[in-house]
């Protein structure tokens, strides 16, 4: 039972456009989003967050949305850097449970190309 | 400042063996979670310590134990391995319990497990 879903394994993206990362979720106990980038050989990198009583976060070149009737959050980097190529993980966490109890998606592989 | 650091980086067993991996939370940290990632996949949810205290649990069988220690530091134990059990095992610290801000967590690069 998948409850938190990433559908595209993939993406590759031309560095200065905008790198688009989608995540679906199905447990509507959620009430709060992260966004998570890994690269290799290092542990998960805290990116942005979203409560569930927003629609969107910004933070510098990153921006997230929550679209709550659709249980869908998607993350917006602009513009994309080669630097930015890792993979993105989505996570949510309950309302009942602390915030150190995540369930993340399969996560992205972006890359982004010079 | 340290990161969360967690030993050894890499290990191999083989079936039947029992594994301690080791986590030392950022300082300040009083909550250390654990989370198993296997190939392919997402990490999952395996542990919350708080305090020194179990605060949550996810769905893995009793061979997998773990601990907090009075420096907050902790150790995960996973007894009669199975092949399954090979995984990138991340320990993940934050100050609090709640969501938000400095709760956030905060990973260590991860222990490689190779059971044989």
């Known amino acids: 039972d998948q409850q938190v879903k990433q559908n595209s394994p993939s993406l590759s993206v031309q560095e200065g456009r905008i790198s688009i990362l989608n995540c679906d979720y199905t447990?509507?106990?959620?009430?709060?989003f992260l966004w998570y980038k890994k690269y290799p050989a290092e542990g998960p990198t805290f990116l942005i967050s979203i409560s569930s009583i927003k629609d969107k976060n910004e933070d510098g070149r990153f921006t997230v949305f929550l679209n709550k009737s659709a249980k869908h959050l998607s993350l917006h980097i602009v513009p994309s850097q080669p630097g930015d190529s890792a993979v993105y993980f989505c996570a949510a966490s309950g309302w009942e449970t602390s915030g150190s109890r995540l369930t993340f998606g399969e996560g992205t592989q972006l890359t982004v190309n010079p | 400042d340290a990161g969360v650091t967690q030993s050894p980086t890499h290990l191999i067993k083989t079936r039947g063996q029992q594994v301690t991996l080791r986590c030392s939370p950022i300082?300040?940290?009083?909550?250390v979670s654990w989370y198993q990632q296997v190939l392919g996949q997402g990490p999952q949810f395996i542990f919350q310590?708080?305090?020194?205290?179990?605060?949550g649990r996810g769905n893995f069988p009793d061979r997998f134990s773990a601990r907090q220690f009075p420096n907050y530091s902790s150790e995960l134990n996973v007894n009669a391995l199975l092949l399954g059990d090979s995984a990138l095992y991340l320990c993940?610290?934050?100050?609090?319990?709640?969501?938000?801000?400095?709760?956030?967590?905060?990973f260590g690069a991860g222990s490689r497990l190779t059971v044989l």
């Open positions: 447990n509507s106990m959620f009430d709060y």
């Open positions: 993940a610290s934050s100050v609090g319990r709640g969501k938000g801000g400095a709760n956030v967590l905060t």
């Open positions: 310590y708080y305090e020194k205290e179990e605060r």
């Open positions: 300082s300040g940290h009083k909550s």
